[in-house]
């Protein structure tokens, strides 16, 4: 059965850095995307990055290109997401979930496994 972890979330100040990682168990190998979700309180789950874990595709949305990039550990089965220069407006619980085969989709109901989140507190 895979299985995503997520760790790294925390408090930082307005500018400030967060490293976030997804550790993926329980996956043979196969093609498919690993993507980052975020959901503040009273808001639907957002689409941050995605990415083709056999392969080359990544996807960001608007408000955090530039700002964050993922990166791919293969042999350690593990996603990072490096969030920098980070905003208020980036506070969320963060999640990292996982599709079948090579397309990035900004949909959540498009995954089918979940990781169960990391808290990610940006203050003014």
């Known amino acids: 059965q895979v299985k995503l972890v997520e760790s790294g979330g925390g408090w930082v100040q307005d500018g400030g850095s967060l490293r976030l990682s997804c550790v993926v168990s329980?996956?043979?190998?196969?093609?498919?995307?690993l993507s980052w979700f975020r959901q503040a309180p009273g808001t639907e789950r957002q689409f941050v990055a995605g990415?083709?874990?056999?392969?080359?595709?990544?996807d960001y949305r608007d408000s955090v290109k530039g700002r964050f990039t993922m990166a791919k550990d293969i042999t350690k089965n593990t996603l990072i997401l490096q969030m920098n220069r980070l905003k208020p407006e980036d506070t969320a619980v963060y999640y990292c979930?996982?599709?079948?085969?090579?397309?990035?989709?900004?949909?959540?109901?498009?995954?089918?496994?979940w990781g169960q989140g990391t808290q990610v507190t940006v203050s003014s």
């Open positions: 990415i083709e874990w056999i392969g080359e595709s990544t």
């Open positions: 329980g996956r043979a190998w196969g093609r498919y995307v």
């Open positions: 979930a996982e599709r079948g085969g090579m397309s990035i989709s900004g949909s959540a109901t498009d995954y089918d496994i």
